[in-house]
Structures are given as C-alpha cells and as structure tokens.
C-alpha cells in the first residue's frame, strides 16, 4: 500500500478519526487544567504567617494585610486574668507557609463572660443541685438555709441576692447562693409528731403562749 492511500485510510476511516480528536481534545484539556492549577495556586508565591498570640484582633489585621492575608475569628473563650480580646490561638501556626490571599483563623479571650441559663432546681436535693451547677462551671456556692420540716432540699437559687427564675441566663462562672432546707421549725421543736413547749412559755391546749407573770413554768419539772 503507498502512503498516499495509507493517508487516505486513515483520515477517510472515521473511527481513528474519532479517536484521534478525542485524543488531541483530551490532551488540550489536560494541559488548560494544569495552566490553570498553576495560577490558582500562584506556584512560588508563598508567604510566612506570622505569630499573631498576645495581639489584638485590629493589629493582627494591619499586619496580615500588608501581607495579603487577613484574619477569621472563629471562637472566643472568657478568662478574667487574661486581656480581653487578645489572641489566644492561630491557624495555621506563625511560621507556615500559605498562599496569598488565605485566611488566618484566630482564636480570641472574650471582653465578657459566656451567659449561661440556669435551671429551675427547686425541690432538688442539695446534692444533686450542687453537682448540676457544677457540671455547668458554677463552683462558687454558698448555702443559705432556712427552717421547714424537711432537710436539704432546694427552695431557690440567688444571684447576687435576686432569686432566679428557671432558664435564667447569667454570667457563667459567677457565685451563687443556694437557699436549702434546715429541716428545723422557725417556733419550736417537733420531736415524734409532738411539740415541746420552750421554757419561759405555757400550752394552753392549743397555742403556744408566753407565761404571765407570777405564773409557775412546769415546763422545767
């Protein structure tokens, strides 16, 4: 076969036709996505983060700028001992590369402390109580008792002397005062269902009254 007919086979046959385009086309494609990869990822342009802890949020932006990056806060966490809206944590870490235009995510100290609702606790014991708040970074309680019949359950929970309401949001981390039941009675003292009559006073049958003067008190025979 001469080459003037090996060339006609082949272009007049329209399969390796098909073939040979698709081949070129892929070919073309693949070197277009890696032009393209290329300038996306600007190859041999990258740039060193720089530390950014202990700063606040509009230094670290003038500094990242002028580099052409620019911070992302994306979590606060509260610390009285530490200053308020300085940067705790970065990501990526001082001293990475990464390409221009990325964003620096920042980690800052809150100027306030997270609100945290409290629960209705009423009727709980004084212990299950104790360990809810806890769990909930309430550590600070004081225990105000008062008398009833009953011992060691909740009648309120105080902030900074207001009764709570339930789900009421407070400063978390704040003191809290837990009013709690003695399990004593305000008047006098109830042993096996009966009540014993305070010296200095007289049972008449129904009430409980002061003893008039001149008056002998058989309550100390």
């Not at 308020?84 to 235009?101: L, R, S, Y």
């Not at 104790?130 to 060691?152: D, H, K, R």
Request: charged content about 20%; glycine content about 8%; overall charge neutral.
């Amino acid at each position: 076969m001469s080459k003037k007919q090996t060339k006609k086979f082949i272009f007049g046959n329209s399969i390796l036709k098909n073939l040979l385009i698709i081949m070129v086309s892929s070919l073309l494609l693949i070197l277009l996505a890696l032009l393209f990869l290329s300038i996306y990822t600007r190859r041999g342009h990258n740039l060193v983060v720089p530390p950014l802890e202990g700063l606040q949020v509009e230094e670290a932006n003038t500094i990242l700028n002028a580099k052409g990056l620019h911070a992302a806060v994306v979590d606060s966490i509260y610390n009285r001992d530490a200053v308020p809206g300085a940067i705790m944590d970065q990501t990526p870490k001082g001293g990475n590369k990464v390409k221009e235009g990325r964003s620096i995510y920042i980690t800052i100290y809150s100027k306030s402390p997270q609100q945290i609702a409290v629960p209705g606790l009423v009727d709980y014991s004084t212990r299950q109580a104790t360990a809810l708040l806890n769990s909930m970074g309430f550590t600070q309680m004081t225990i105000e008792e008062v008398p009833s019949e009953y011992s060691g359950l909740v009648m309120a929970v105080k902030y900074r002397g207001k009764t709570l309401v339930p789900e009421e949001k407070i400063p978390a981390g704040s003191p809290l005062t837990l009013v709690v039941t003695s399990g004593v009675l305000a008047d006098s003292l109830r042993v096996d269902n009966e009540y014993i009559v305070p010296p200095g006073q007289v049972d008449n049958g129904s009430n409980i009254q002061p003893a008039r003067e001149g008056e002998l008190d058989n309550s100390f025979f």
